[in-house]
Nanobody
Framework: VQLVESGGGLVQPGGSLTLSCKAS????????IPWYRQAPGKQREFVAT???????NYADAVKGRFTISRDDVKNTVYLQMNNLKPEDTAVYYC??????????WGQGTQVTVSA
């Protein structure tokens, strides 16, 4: 199953964006689908994840502002991002975890938070 990220863009501080991670096939049997991000000059970091039974986990930096959800009918995982801050500026990637293995990285989608 291949994943493609979309929904990034330029937004002012305090604004909102919803990112989408669209799968080429069913996501029902994928154990978890996480979002990561990578800011310029920094390492890729974990943002949030959702499991195949709906369990979620978030990085401390985004708790209370970001919400991850999945739609197994549309085979899509969403990342709703509210109250965005300049430090949220990064390329955002989704991935898949199955049998303890993480999949290949895609192109990601750029999120820029700036006035």
């Amino acid at each position: 199953v291949q994943l493609v990220e979309s929904g990034g863009g330029l937004v002012q501080p305090g604004g909102s964006l919803t990112l989408s991670c669209k799968a080429s096939g069913s996501i029902a049997n994928i154990y978890a689908i996480p979002w990561y991000r990578q800011a310029p000059g920094k390492q890729r970091e974990f943002v949030a994840t959702v499991t195949n039974i709906g369990g979620t986990n978030y990085a401390d930096a985004v708790k209370g502002r970001f919400t991850i959800s999945r739609d197994d009918v549309k085979n899509t995982v969403y990342l709703q991002m509210n109250n965005l801050k300049p430090e949220d500026t990064a390329v955002y990637y989704c991935n898949q975890i199955s049998a303890g293995n993480i999949g290949p990285w895609g192109q990601g989608t750029q999120v820029t938070v700036s006035a």
